[in-house]
């Protein structure tokens, strides 16, 4: 049996075991990645989170600093002595020093603007005597926005002086006498960032190390996995390659059969699943050789057989149609097998010099049992008659019934129409066991079945009667016999073609003076033209018998 030729791989440009090293090493530094970024995130928000809270609490200690009912007194120029004020500058400059701070102050708004009440002095300022002084203007967006609001604001600013960043806070309040006043807070953050970047590079530094030894981990398992892969991919390359035959380089097989004892994964149980694979391959393939050696064994015996079978059919016809002075007989006739042996039969043989014996049968079933049971059928019709029987072709047929019923074990049965002609007056004799009835068809006229005549089908039961029927043959008159295989072939909707169909052929044929082999064949391709592209369903035999009359 040939094996068609394995389909060439396309070449790999990207392998798997780069693949899962490229997938493993993105997912990797993604992750890396994403690790400083928020660690970074969270690490500034925990460190502003604490500067806030340092600004609050200083917010909430300066009214504490300041002298009972202070707030409520700074409400107009003037109203705070130079020495008070003085007093409270040092005080809140102590507190800075003590905290951290650079500022600490409060505002309250007079006329739309906003007037200092109490600050603190940084050591500059204090030696130069340069600090706020009491009822100073200032502006600031945040400000304004944290009085107009009554809520407090953080911000942060970027100055180019000693401090550097500064992030402060503009918190709104009352005194107990209901005086509103903001108190402010800076806090210098330059020390903030440093320490951020010092966390961002501590965090590429852990990421950094993770990528490199994730990366290490992921080159090792992509090679592990894809090694494996690899050969499996290899393995099953090469089994097609040999139409499954069983691969060669034992190297190759050593590494796949190894797979699942070494490893208890997905990629063992593939690889033992291809190992069991090709074992039950080169099982099924061994088996299918042999089964199909058989097959084409017996194919060849069954044509061998059928060849047998339809040589056993007289193939030729020229002697039976040979022409006289008198009389002519034209006979032709085919058999077409549904299968490579069939069950139809026909024959035909002269009994004298006057009469020709002429039958059409049908087997049941179809292939080698009914080739056989033909067999048997035609060689009794061929032994029972005989030029004693010229009149009386029921006892050949009840003859060859009491035989084959005699070694039926099979149950089968044969219908037999068969006749016996007078070559000179055309007068026909005939008995029928259980046939299709054959079509007189009168030339240049419609055609018409035969009278129906007592008679069963051959081989069923012992000592059967048959009813003879008689008709007389005129000048161009054609007797056509036929098995059921033509009145029941089927088309692609699964219609009979019919008596209709067939009558309206013959009748076609009977306007003409075609001879009887063209009757044959116009009857076949009538019936292939119906039949196109559905299989044949049963086997086909057609006889048809012209008669003539030169001197008519």
């Known amino acids: 049996m040939p094996h068609p030729a394995p389909v060439p791989l396309e070449r790999i440009r990207f392998g798997l075991r780069f693949k899962i090293i490229f997938a493993l090493t993105l997912l990797n530094l ?37 002298p009972d009912g202070y707030l409520d007194r700074a409400t107009s120029e003037g109203a705070i002595s130079e020495e008070e004020y003085r007093r409270i500058v040092d005080r809140l400059s ?13 505002y309250t708004v007079v006329d739309g603007e906003f007037r200092t009440t109490s600050s603190n002095g940084t050591p500059d300022e204090l030696r130069d005597d340069s ?6 203007t200032y502006d600031e967006p945040l400000l304004r926005k944290a ?12 100055e180019d002086d000693q401090w550097g960043s500064v992030y402060f806070l503009f918190s709104p309040r009352k005194t107990a006498a209901g005086t509103r006043y903001i108190v402010g807070a800076d806090i210098a953050i330059s020390w903030l960032y440093a320490r951020l970047d010092e966390s961002l590079r501590r965090s590429i530094l852990v990421g950094g190390a993770s990528f490199v030894i994730v990366f290490l981990f992921s080159f090792y398992l992509g090679a592990a996995v894809s090694r ?41 149980q593939l690889a033992q699943s291809f190992m069991a694979m090709e074992s039950r391959l080169n099982a099924y393939l061994k088996e299918l050789t042999e089964t199909t050696a058989t097959k084409e064994r017996l ?11 339809l040589s056993m059919l007289p193939q030729s016809f020229k002697a039976i149609s ?13 058999v077409k097998p549904a299968k490579q042996a069939g069950g139809d039969l026909y024959d035909f043989f002269y009994l004298d010099n006057d009469h020709v014996f002429f039958a059409v049968g049908d087997v049941s079933d179809k292939g080698m049992p009914a080739a056989l049971f033909m067999t048997v059928a035609t060689t009794l019709l061929r032994g029972f008659a005989s030029s004693a029987l010229i009149e009386r072709p029921d006892v050949i047929l009840a003859k060859t019934n009491d035989r084959l019923e005699e070694s039926n074990s099979m149950c089968q049965f044969v219908t037999l129409f068969a006749g016996i002609v007078h070559v000179r007056t055309g007068e026909v004799r005939f008995a029928n066991g259980g046939h299709n009835r054959p079509y007189l068809c009168p030339r240049g006229g419609k055609p018409k079945q035969l009278p129906a005549v007592q008679g069963v089908a051959l081989g069923v039961m012992p000592e059967m009667e048959f009813e003879v029927g008689t008709l007389q043959l005129a000048q161009g008159d054609t007797l056509f016999l036929y098995s059921d295989g033509v009145t029941e072939a089927l088309n692609e909707t699964q219609e009979l073609y019919g008596e209709a169909r067939l009558e309206s052929v013959l009748e076609e044929l009977a306007a003409g003076e075609a001879s009887s082999a063209v009757w044959v ?4 391709e009538a019936l292939d033209e119906f039949s196109a592209g559905c299989a044949q369903a049963d086997d086909i035999t057609i006889l048809s018998l012209t008669f003539h009359r030169p001197d008519v």
């Not at 064949?521 to 076949?524: P, S």
Request: aromatic share 10%.
């Open 30 to 66: 993604i992750g890396t990645a994403v690790f400083a970024w928020s660690h970074y995130q969270t690490e500034r928000a925990n460190i502003f989170d604490g500067v806030q809270q340092r600004l609050e609490a200083a917010a909430r200690a300066l009214p504490d600093m300041l």
């Open 322 to 334: 040979r022409k006289r002075s008198s009389h002519q007989l034209d006979l032709h006739a085919t």
């Open 228 to 268: 494996k892969i690899t050969r499996l991919a290899e393995y099953t390359r090469e089994l097609s390659a040999r139409d499954f035959q069983p691969v060669e380089d034992e190297v190759l097989r050593a590494e796949v059969a190894s797979i699942p004892t070494a490893n208890r994964d997905e990629i063992a």
């Open 131 to 136: 600090f706020a002084r009491y009822w100073e």
């Open 521 to 524: 064949d116009c009857v076949l």
């Open 147 to 158: 009085w107009d609001d009554n809520l407090r604001q953080f911000g942060e600013t970027s």
């Open 94 to 106: 102590a507190y800075c020093r003590d905290t951290g701070l650079i500022y600490l102050y409060s």
């Open 299 to 309: 194919s060849n015996e069954l044509r061998i057989a059928g060849d047998i079978q």
